[in-house]
């Protein structure tokens, strides 16, 4: 035999109980928002067809990049444009195993929900004039192969979208904004201690159409390299859209888009002009006070993000909430309008000591053409995402995960033959609203279940003996209390008689809550 | 261009807010009782190696048959039975790519996070004695890849589990019912319209051993097709354990067992013997009456089913929630001892008026060998699971499905130039606690609006037109109450009167929310 040891695939990851409890205290505190400004839950399968879901990675090029893809084990029709099942030459209709992948995020198959309902309306005839409003929320798992896995990153991983399709006006974009703020601080994170970074794709785009590169593809690769600004740094990124670089660390070669070096420079210099955070205010002067405004796309992505500004301002979202930052642009390849991105100012040590910080928590932004993609309609849709495990991993690594993690009462197994009594006074218990475990490990000794207990965070432990249940009687053992007092108390006896008492079997449910309350 | 159109893959499906309401319903009302009697969440990742996940669905006789399972993108060491990385004749380390699959259970995951981490001990050295015990609950999609779907039936559905892994004690196995009882009635089904069926594996296979079958391929086949029963029929039955039979509707030849004949008499005269339901006294007397009682596998089979008994009886379990059916086997290849399966007795009228029932909601029982199959460390494990969706089914189909599906109170977009008084009075709204939503569509007829409200069941409009804006008043429609009274009051006035309201924006928030709690 040869195969693999019991293990998870590498990138995956198990979660304990109480990241889970963590987990679902994000996802129950953002629900409450998301539901606050009327978004419904709406949930798409883990996985997709691969066309459907489209291309819109950063760094990739095919379908497969990027995304477990795979073939379908069933065979199914081929569709031609008009949605007609191609036939052979003999009128059979040919079968295909298409590819299916995991969805990599929460947007791409957003936008097949759309697009299916569309498609089925055309197909009733149905289709006339502007298109229809859908707005949902939904989180869950998505799923990214990236072949070089950073450190603490996972390849499977939990976003909360919250998305509004067939709404044309940017003051959606500007209410996404507001709920990102929202639901943040009903999470727990304090103003100021996080900052939504607005800017415009049709700023961006408007530049760079200004230095004459106007074709989509290489738009997004410009994209791409600005998007590594934070990373790289402004030179790396000079280098890279111009001749190249070689890679300092790993001495890899890094082909440059090779953009001509007098437009390398316009882009350059713009990134720098807005280096420096300036008031919202100010930045939209610098940004009208370029030459690119008389480019038609720049200045409509200005005058978007000034709506936007006047709309924030209106209802007392500050600077200290949002900023202007044009040289945000996001890597994701989809979005065509404002875009935005939340980052976390905490800074937490590493196990070296070392500042750190955990980076973007959010994102979102305007994607007018996602649905068009996928089926020639024009559609406007915006939205936002709460990158659920990174905001799990940013309130533990800050300290400011609030949750309860209490494991159970546990009732020891200390005489096969009272296993009865065990069962009744833990129905009593569960009567009583009081979590119980009675413990059914093969290993029977106190300390081992002592050692449970502990792992488990059981609050206290409930033990009968022989002795005691002749007398009708159980002890209970403050195993939290038991804990904070083993260090001030040396007495053993005089821990015990604090930590113990022994109650009545029939009044258990009573004392037990008692102590719970405290 | 050639491709697919835009849709769902076959077999999976979306999931509308209504049913997302009532698969959280579900799963908050089972997290209750779990978390009563002492299981912590534990969650696994969607995909797994398949070599881990094991062979154990019905009719899948390879690991692929019945699973999603495809090549991980990337490539990974082979390790031997040792768990040493295996090198070729110039001492490289083998690589390959791992066949990866959609989890089909949330069991096989579980197996696996307990052989990782007894893996894990073993390299340190640490095991030794028993094993430890460990108890976790986990709901999420699990996949199924059935070639052939039964109509109403999907590829991707939710269970929810709870598990002891570590315990032999069959007291787990009681309890297990108890929780299943506790779950489901705390979701709202009544004593007496489900029913707990429990047997034995044990039973089974001490029966088959009696027969001269104790090949564990041959055992695994014959609970397949005993598993069929209430599918097929029992004459259908002993065909397919003796010569295979001609499927009546298909036509298809189904092989069949070749079992000798008076050994397939056996095993029909003894599911024979217990097709009427008994009392579980009078099925434990029966079963001790049976020649195959003297075989020693047959034997233990019943003293478990026994203690089964004696604590359900103690606690208050009587033949209303639970029986004990020996015809009962449950198809998953990895039970080894008490199984359970919980069966809706309510029916309900399909399209064409028939009765019908949804059948089973619930399963589980004892698995002692999964773990074994990873790691050759034999550990006790017991369980079971609700089926959820299938759960939300029965409850849908039988009206009892309470949940308040309200949509939020919209503000309809009148007057583009109002935009900032609607998002001012929205921003009252929410902050007093209501659900709001602004009319962000680009049809912005009020007939639209309308339509689009009534789609998401907003309980009422709030419109400002300019003239309202100017009184600072606004317009409240209830639409819930208008719905009621659109029947039963026919003069346009008198509805409007009784379904309007003016009131001053500044106090909108209380007097909305007078209306939302009547």
């Keep these: 035999m040869r195969g693999i040891v019991p293990q998870k695939v590498k990138g995956f990851r198990d979660i304990t109980p109480g990241q889970n409890l963590l987990r679902q205290f994000i996802i129950d505190k ?59 030459a003999e009128n059979r209709v040919i079968m295909e195993n298409h590819f299916v992948a995991l969805r990599y995020d929460l947007t791409a198959p957003l936008a097949r929900v759309y697009a299916e309902s569309l498609w089925q309306q055309h197909l009733r005839g149905e289709i006339q004039g502007k298109t229809n409003l859908f707005r949902r929320y939904q989180y869950g798992p998505v ?34 904004c507001m ?9 727990g994170l304090k103003r100021g201690t996080y900052l ?65 070096k007098k437009f390398v420079d316009i882009i350059i210099q713009f990134i720098k002009d807005f280096e420096t955070r300036g008031t919202r205010a100010e930045v939209l002067a610098k940004l009208k006070a370029k030459p690119a405004f008389e480019n038609d796309t720049y200045k409509e992505g200005v005058e978007e993000l000034e709506k936007i500004d006047t709309i924030l301002a209106q209802l007392g979202y500050n600077e200290e909430v949002a900023i202007l930052d044009p040289g945000m642009v996001r890597g994701l390849g989809y979005y065509t309008g404002p875009i935005y991105e939340v980052e976390s100012l905490q800074t937490y040590k590493d196990e070296k000591g070392r500042e750190r910080r955990v980076g973007s928590i959010c994102g979102g932004g305007r994607y007018d053409g996602l649905v068009e993609n996928l089926l020639g309609v024009k559609v406007p849709a915006t939205g936002a995402s709460i990158g659920v ?37 833990a129905m009593q218990l569960r009567a009583a609203g009081i979590d119980t475990e009675i413990y059914y490990g093969a290993k029977r000794g106190l300390k081992h279940q002592m050692a449970y207990a502990d792992r488990n965070n059981s609050p206290l432990a409930v033990i ?37 008492q022994e109650v009545a079997i029939e009044k258990i449910a009573e004392e037990i809550k008692k102590i719970l309350e405290k």
Tied chains: 1, 2.
Excluded: H
């Excluded at 709920?179 to 999470?187: D, R």
């Excluded at 038991?482 to 604090?498: F, P, R, T, V």
């Design 30 to 88: 953002a629900t409450e928002v998301y539901r606050r400004f009327g978004f419904s839950r709406y949930d798409t399968p883990i996985m997709e067809y691969a066309e459907c879901l489209g291309k819109y990675l950063p760094d990739a090029d095919t379908v497969a990049q990027g995304v477990y893809s795979f073939k379908n084990p069933e065979e199914e029709p081929v569709f031609d444009t008009n949605g007609r099942e191609m036939r052979d």
């Design 143 to 176: 799923f990214r192969f990236e072949a070089k896995l950073d450190p603490g990153r996972f390849r499977e991983f939990w976003q909360m979208d919250f998305d509004t399709v067939g709404a044309e006006d940017v003051s959606a974009d500007a209410e996404n």
């Design 179 to 187: 709920i990102l703020s929202q639901a943040l601080e009903n999470i």
């Design 196 to 260: 939504i970074k607005i800017n415009n794709r049709k700023i961006v785009n408007g530049l760079l159409a200004y230095t004459g590169i106007t074709d989509k593809e290489q738009e997004m690769a410009v994209m791409r390299v600005i998007d590594k600004l934070d990373k790289i740094g402004i030179d790396a990124v000079a280098k890279e859209l111009g001749k190249g670089r070689v890679d300092e660390v790993s001495g890899a070669e890094i082909p440059g888009l090779n953009i001509e």
């Design 389 to 425: 495990d990174r905001l799990a991993e940013l309130l533990t690594l800050t300290n400011q995960a609030q949750i309860n993690n209490d494991g159970p009462v546990i009732i020891i197994a200390f005489d096969d033959s009272l296993m009865p009594l065990y069962q009744k006074t």
């Design 464 to 500: 009968i003996g022989s002795n005691e249940a002749e007398k009708g009687v159980a002890t209970i053992k403050n195993l939290r209390l038991g804990k904070q007092l083993a260090e001030s108390i040396a007495d053993k006896n005089e821990w015990k008689n604090k930590v113990q």
